[in-house]
């Protein structure tokens, strides 16, 4: 029988997820930090202290731990003391700087011009604009030299370059920004299935690109892989649509970053477009989809356990 739990029914932590996400953050940290060490040594000193800046300054880290736990097949969690795991990390390295720079260019004037960033000034605030586009810009390049350099199959190695470059790129990330932006202002005409294209680009795609790039390195069937990406969709709405109610909900302590933009700056939003309750019900919707997506996972000989509890992670979560 297919689960039918909503985000209500749920626990409220995730003690085995969380507890494992502060291990991959352990074990990620110092890999980031050699990565930039190698990877900006010729770089100028004010440009490389922005990008540190921005990159090293913590984080949830989910994006890469979704590499990993895109890779499981038949495991209940993945092992990140394992040699063979060693070859994920350039892409769990690429992947989170794409997000980095993702937010260093969302949070300038020009886009959604806010000034706290996981409690801290925003990379603009802290800098300069210029030195914050130069710093996107390079973290952009410097994902994919990472990747570049993996130590992994060149099939993989390519298929990771085409996914994370479809996944940031006209038709994800910034194609998603794009229509974002067009649609401020214009909230009355929009419609969650507006909402749904929009995030399934902005927020979705790096998701389900971290988690299609763990699968395409473990060798997932096809059939797994794509109720992968499923999920991995459904996940992306359930962390946009959380985010939204926490705009609303949550405090600048607890956030990291301002709460009330959405309302203030007249954007489309979940809850905007569909009120609180209207949002929380489109939460238990996409969560009951979700669950659906692990059980006919796990049908497919593939443990979805650590994916559940990442789900709960996201949609408890109060940043």
């Known amino acids: 029988m297919i689960p039918t739990s909503t985000s209500a029914d749920k626990h409220h932590s995730t003690p085995d997820f969380d507890a494992w996400l502060a291990s991959l953050r352990a074990h990620f940290e110092p890999r980031l930090d050699s990565t930039l060490d190698r990877l900006l040594a010729d770089t100028p000193t004010d440009l490389q202290e922005a990008i540190r800046y921005a990159a090293l300054d913590g984080g949830k880290r989910l994006r890469p731990a979704l590499v990993f736990l895109g890779s499981l097949h038949g495991r209940p969690w993945p092992d990140l003391d394992d040699p063979a795991h060693e070859k994920l990390w350039p892409a769990a390295i690429a992947v989170e700087l794409i997000h ?51 130590r992994t199959d060149e099939a993989v190695r390519l298929d990771w370059i085409r996914r994370l470059a479809s996944a940031s790129g006209p038709s994800g990330m910034v194609g998603g920004q794009a ?8 909230r009355k005409a929009s419609e969650i299935a507006t909402l749904a294209d929009l995030h399934d680009r902005k927020t979705g795609a790096l998701i389900r690109a971290a988690l299609a790039m763990g699968g395409r390195w473990s060798g997932l069937s096809p059939r797994q892989t794509a109720q992968v990406d499923l999920f991995g969709r459904l996940l992306g709405r359930a962390f946009q649509i959380q985010d939204d109610i926490l705009d609303v909900t949550g405090s600048a302590e607890a956030l990291g970053k301002t709460p009330g933009k959405d309302l203030a700056a007249d954007k489309c939003s979940y809850v905007t477009v569909a009120g609180l309750e209207g949002a929380r019900k489109e939460l238990d919707d996409t969560v009951r989809r979700a669950h659906a997506a692990l059980w006919e996972l796990g049908t497919l000989g593939t443990d979805s356990h650590a994916l559940s509890s990442c789900l709960d992670f996201v949609i408890h979560r109060q940043h």
Request: contains cysteine; negative net charge.
């Open 179 to 186: 229509i974002d932006l067009s649609l401020a202002g214009n």
């Open 100 to 150: 980095v720079y993702s937010l260093v260019h969302d949070d300038m004037p020009c886009m959604d011009d806010d000034d706290l960033r996981r409690g801290r000034p925003t990379l603009h605030r802290a800098f300069d604009e210029a030195t914050a586009v130069l710093a996107g810009d390079a973290m952009q390049s410097l994902a994919f030299s990472a990747l570049a350099e993996a």
